[in-house]
């Protein structure tokens, strides 16, 4: 899954905790990448409880980690989201990973 903001995806991960975070926009999980997390305006639900925007989304539902508010996400109907394209080159990217991965030459 890419960033949701400027679609870099992840690389082979190192060792230690992910610099990568979670987040929800409009009530659908999404990933933040390193550079786009230096933003002030990242656009991402929050709590109507607590106001935190450290929510995760699961099953059809909301939770807040900060306060524990739990409520049901909208269905995919009625948030009508935009079409996100995939990022450009990923097909050729994908194609040389499986040439590599099955010894094409």
Same mark, same amino acid.
Do not use: F
């Given at each position: ?46 709590? &109507?409880?607590?106001?935190?925007? %450290? *929510?995760?989304?699961? +099953? /059809? ?29 990923? &097909?050729?990217?994908?194609?040389? %990973? *499986?040439?590599?991965? +099955? /010894?094409?030459?």
């Amino acid at each position: 899954m890419p960033c949701y903001r400027c679609g870099a995806r992840q690389t082979d991960p190192v060792r230690g905790a992910s610099p990568w975070q979670r987040g929800v926009r409009n009530e659908s999980q999404v990933l933040i990448c390193p550079d786009c997390q230096r933003l002030h305006d990242l656009d991402l639900d929050s709590c &109507s409880t607590c106001g935190s925007t %450290a *929510l995760i989304c699961r +099953l /059809g539902e909301v939770e807040c980690r900060s306060c524990g508010a739990v409520w049901l996400a909208r269905s995919s109907e009625t948030l009508d989201p935009a079409p996100v394209a995939p990022p450009p080159g990923l &097909s050729a990217e994908v194609e040389a %990973a *499986l040439n590599r991965v +099955l /010894g094409r030459a």
